[in-house]
């Protein structure tokens, strides 16, 4: 009988990515919110109809950052959610089968044990479709949601353009003031922890290992601040000072306050918008990479799918045997599905461990900003 669980280890590899996924998109949405447009009066060369324009697309990207965050969010379960669920059907199904293997050793014409195993099986995949469509339904709803992002991210980078097309002439200063803003933003990110595989099974190390020191999103010259947003995983004040604090970061926020204050309003103003768009495209990116083909959801539905057909050749591995009175066999079947079954109860726990030790922690009314070495907390915009 061929293995139709999921190895642990590639279990806890896709819960780790699930919930790295979905820290730093948690992480993106609250930075997106927590954009502001430059005034008016920074970008001189750009009339009112083109900033009203490009206006109203950031107010767009806060929405869809505002509806992961409220409502979207909530799919950060739908991973482990997926096993425990499956967990009381794919029980029963062991508890059958190995019920059935038996009476099959005593008597392997026993039609009755047959008959039951079959509705059994029958039974266990129609709820594990049913756990599938769940898994689905969470995709399908991200799948919209990255839509209207990419909609949003569409307009914005078209308004983008008509405000750069009147900039040629800078186009290396703001692009200069850009590039310090995204090493900026690299050192600080170095101080990220993603959640490892290993950690997922373990109560202990997921708490420790999964701390999220913040990753610098956006950069406004104008409030003399960078945000810098947790990604929300045993985040603490204390982690967010020791980035501010780093003598690396300081130095090149220092370097970026300097290199800014021998700009025009209006290329710190470019500079900013610039380093808008790419949050936005790292932020579509995530997403992208969360419903991929190969991605942490589609790896959960194939697995789950695995099961289906995994059910449908125990039945027919016991019947065939059983027609041949082939007693070896049905053997075999019945300490291969022993095996089985403690590898499903260890994908279980791992799922278990998942849920009760894994929160996402969604700040909706402030955001922390490091300045000159220290941390504030800012009213979120809204």
């Keep these: 009988m061929a293995n139709f669980i999921p190895d642990p280890k590639a279990c806890a590899a896709t819960l780790a990515a699930w919930s790295n996924a979905i820290a730093a998109i948690n992480a993106y949405c609250t930075s997106v919110r927590a954009l502001t447009m430059p005034a008016a009066s920074a970008l001189s060369r750009v009339d009112s109809s083109v900033f009203n324009d490009l206006s109203q697309h950031v107010d767009q990207a806060h929405l869809v950052g505002g509806i992961w965050l409220v409502s979207v969010k909530a799919a950060s379960n739908a991973a482990p959610s997926a096993f425990t669920d499956a967990n009381s059907v794919v029980s029963l199904f062991f508890t059958n089968a190995n019920t059935a293997a038996t009476a099959l050793l005593q008597n392997p014409a026993d039609k009755e044990a047959l008959a039951a195993l079959e509705s059994s099986v029958a039974a266990a995949q129609n709820d594990l479709k049913g756990v599938i469509a769940n898994v689905q339904e969470t995709e399908t709803l991200i799948q919209r949601w990255a839509t209207a992002l ?153 697995m789950l799918e695995t099961l289906i057909s995994g059910t449908q050749a125990v039945l027919s591995e016991l019947t065939d045997a059983a027609q041949a009175a082939n007693t070896g066999q049905i053997q075999q079947t019945a300490s291969d599905l022993a095996s089985a079954q403690a590898t499903w109860n260890a994908v279980v726990a791992l799922a278990q461990t998942y849920s009760s030790n894994l929160s996402f922690n969604v700040q909706l009314t402030s955001v922390s900003v490091i300045n000159a070495g220290t941390v504030t907390q800012v009213s979120m915009p809204t």
């Design 150 to 302: 990419n909609s949003s991210i569409d307009g914005f980078q078209s308004s983008l353009g008509d405000v750069t097309a009147l900039y040629s002439a800078v186009q290396s200063d703001y692009t200069t003031l850009g590039n310090t803003i995204s090493e900026l933003r690299s050192k600080i990110s170095t101080f990220n922890a993603l959640v490892p595989a290993e950690a997922i099974g373990s109560a202990v190390a997921v708490i420790s290992s999964a701390t999220y020191i913040p990753l610098m999103m956006s950069w406004n010259p104008f409030v003399g601040g960078i945000f810098a947003i947790g990604l929300f995983i045993a985040f603490t004040e204390a982690e967010l000072a020791a980035a501010a604090q780093a003598e690396e970061v300081q130095q090149l926020q220092d370097q970026l306050q300097q290199d800014a204050a021998e700009q025009s309003d209006d290329v710190k103003a470019l500079a900013s918008l610039l380093n808008t768009s790419a949050l936005l495209n790292e932020l579509s990116q995530e997403a992208t990479s969360l419903i991929a083909a190969d991605g942490p959801v589609s790896t959960v539905e194939a």
